[in-house]
């Protein structure tokens, strides 16, 4: 099983909808939470932190539920810009700032 | 703006051969990472540094894989020799406690073995 899961998608959706995406950790130690997203062909950029009391920025908004081990990302008013690969990021709480990453879900927004 | 760069940032070489990728982090940061990202295995830890000392090179096939920090402003990532097995985004990336987790990317380079 690997350390975090997620639906790679894609994830088709028109401007303006809501899409929400989770993925599952195993490490119950895990101490640190993050969605990074990575568009085509460039390198993965920290998009938002996830706390335990849940956070939002603009129309993302991220949660993490420890009980059940899953973090999810909801995203509103969907732009075409928001068309990336968005990747579930968990810090391993055996060395400081390694960072284990999901292979990403792919969301593509259409006009 | 501060940015980690890589060289070179695409390499299509012949299997057998030396590779060697080079990272220079930002200016500051203490702690470099080196990915390697596949469509089937997304972003895998080949190895970090943390003020130019190994910590971790337990994601890094020991035979062929070999990573060195010779000074604060450069790391290297070879491999000798090479096998199409290889063919992958290589990224480094860089963070200091300054950062917390976040993790600086540079553009990564893209190696094809044929």
């Known amino acids: 099983r690997k350390e975090v899961e997620q639906d790679p998608g894609p994830f088709n959706v028109p401007e303006g909808a809501t899409v929400a995406f989770n993925c599952t950790y195993s490490?119950?130690?895990?101490?640190?939470f993050f969605w990074y997203r990575q568009d085509c062909r460039k390198e993965p950029k920290l998009l938002m932190s996830v706390y335990s009391s849940g956070n939002e920025d603009g129309r993302f908004t991220a949660q993490l539920n420890r009980a059940s081990q899953y973090i999810s990302l909801l995203i509103r008013d969907s732009k075409l810009s928001d068309s990336a690969t968005y990747l579930c990021v968990v810090n391993d709480d055996t060395g400081f700032q390694k960072l284990v990453f999901g292979t990403g879900t792919r969301l593509l927004v259409s006009p | 703006d501060a940015r980690v760069t890589q060289t070179p940032r695409h390499k299509v070489t012949e299997m057998g051969q030396e590779v060697t990728m080079r990272c220079q982090p930002i200016?500051?940061?203490?702690?470099v990472f080196w990915y390697r990202q596949t469509m089937m295995q997304g972003l895998e830890l080949l190895a970090y540094f943390r003020n130019r000392a190994p910590l971790d090179d337990s994601g890094m096939p020991k035979d062929r894989f070999s990573a060195e920090m010779p000074d604060a402003t450069l790391a290297t990532l070879k491999i000798q020799p090479s096998e199409p097995r290889d063919s992958a985004v290589y990224f480094c990336?860089?963070?200091?406690?300054?950062?917390?987790?976040?993790?600086?990317f540079g553009p990564g380079t893209r190696l094809t073995v044929l």
């Open positions: 490490n119950s130690a895990s101490q640190s």
């Open positions: 200016l500051g940061h203490n702690t």
């Open positions: 990336a860089s963070g200091s406690q300054d950062t917390y987790n976040e993790q600086f």
